[in-house]
């Protein structure tokens, strides 16, 4: 985080490992495996709270209570947010590796958004005198302009910034008309979808997360 891809060095890592270089690549065959790896173990975190927070609470399925959780999630995560902001410093050629762009598309916070919002529309939890696609474009928007806007904001601003947010997906998404068997149902469903694309992310692993 302090120095970028670039000024982190395979020797260096088997260093602080307490190993040799070719210890290491016997489990990565190249820096930039080892980046990935790392970057995905980010998206899978961030991805197994979501999951665990909304296993604890089926009402967060709720676009004003997501999204903030969501923002807040994509923060406290570095990596997720490097590789979704193309940050070439830290990320260095993984800005450009197509297992990147296989990353973004299955846990990216944008991502998330996209595939849950077909869940909310079933769910009656967002409007649908619209396409999917356009909402869901507008929604990108919103989401991205959030994190561009607080990036590097004091902790009171981002809490201020959130609840305008919160205001702002249900003025784009409409009133949430769900009743307790819908909130239930859609939790549900969004809980699935994670573990669906937590399982493609983890197929990019170099090195398999012990059971």
Same mark, same amino acid.
Request: aromatic share 4%; net charge negative.
């Given at each position: 985080?302090?120095?970028?891809?670039?000024?982190?060095?395979?020797?260096?890592?088997?260093?602080?490992?307490?190993?040799?270089?070719?210890?290491?690549?016997?489990?990565?065959?190249?820096?930039?495996?080892?980046?990935?790896?790392?970057?995905?173990?980010?998206?899978?975190?961030?991805?197994?709270?979501? $999951? /665990? =927070? *909304?296993?604890?609470?089926?009402?967060?399925? #709720?676009?004003?209570? @997501?999204?903030? +959780? !969501?923002?807040?999630? &994509?923060?406290?995560?570095?990596?997720?947010?490097?590789?979704?902001?193309?940050? $070439? /410093? =830290? *990320?260095?050629?993984?800005?450009?590796?197509? #297992?990147?762009?296989? @990353?973004?598309? +299955? !846990?990216?916070?944008? &991502?998330?958004?996209?595939?849950?919002?077909?869940?909310?529309?079933?769910?009656?939890?967002?409007?649908?005198?619209?396409?999917?696609?356009?909402?869901?474009?507008?929604?990108?928007?919103?989401?991205?302009?959030?994190?561009?806007?607080?990036?590097?904001?004091?902790?009171?601003?981002?809490?201020?910034?959130?609840?305008?947010?919160?205001?702002?997906?249900?003025?784009?998404?409409?009133?949430?008309?769900?009743?307790?068997?819908?909130?239930?149902?859609?939790?549900?469903?969004?809980?699935?979808?994670?573990?669906?694309?937590?399982?493609?992310?983890?197929?990019?692993?170099?090195?398999?997360?012990?059971?």
């Amino acid at each position: 985080m302090a120095r970028g891809s670039k000024g982190v060095t395979i020797a260096e890592v088997a260093r602080k490992g307490h190993t040799g270089k070719g210890t290491v690549y016997l489990y990565w065959k190249t820096k930039e495996d080892l980046l990935l790896d790392l970057v995905c173990r980010d998206f899978l975190d961030l991805a197994g709270e979501l $999951a /665990e =927070l *909304l296993a604890g609470d089926h009402e967060l399925i #709720r676009p004003s209570r @997501l999204c903030p +959780a !969501l923002l807040d999630l &994509a923060r406290a995560h570095p990596y997720v947010d490097a590789l979704r902001s193309n940050d $070439a /410093e =830290l *990320l260095g050629v993984l800005t450009t590796d197509v #297992r990147s762009a296989t @990353l973004l598309d +299955a !846990l990216g916070p944008d &991502a998330l958004v996209r595939r849950i919002l077909p869940i909310w529309r079933t769910n009656l939890l967002a409007r649908t005198d619209w396409t999917v696609a356009d909402q869901t474009q507008a929604v990108n928007f919103l989401f991205s302009g959030v994190m561009t806007s607080t990036a590097g904001a004091s902790p009171e601003a981002v809490r201020d910034s959130n609840r305008v947010a919160a205001g702002a997906f249900t003025a784009l998404l409409g009133p949430e008309e769900a009743g307790p068997k819908d909130v239930r149902a859609a939790a549900e469903a969004a809980l699935a979808a994670l573990a669906e694309q937590r399982a493609a992310v983890t197929n990019l692993l170099s090195q398999p997360i012990p059971a």
